[in-house]
């Protein structure tokens, strides 16, 4: 699976990914390879991203997430540091 995570003013990530954890406002969920399409709002809360080096976590401030044929796209409005 792809995964780019974008803000307004720049790409924050782009890689190849074994899952993906999204703070959904309904509640946390995780995205596997063959997820069904999707379109989702984000609340405030952390992206966790699995792949073949580990673990990285991004704390973003909102935004959609849209999952399609194995691509995920985030886009928050913002990443905190």
Do not use: W, Y
């Amino acid at each position: 699976m792809t995964l780019e995570i974008l803000t307004p003013d720049k790409k924050v990530f782009e890689g190849d990914v074994t899952s993906v954890t999204v703070p959904g406002t309904l509640g946390s969920f995780q995205i596997l390879k063959g997820h069904a399409p999707i379109i989702s709002t984000l609340e405030d809360g952390l992206v966790i991203i699995k792949d073949s080096n580990g673990e990285n976590t991004f704390n973003i401030k909102g935004g959609v997430v849209e999952v399609l044929d194995n691509k995920i796209i985030v886009l928050a409005e913002a990443v905190l540091s």
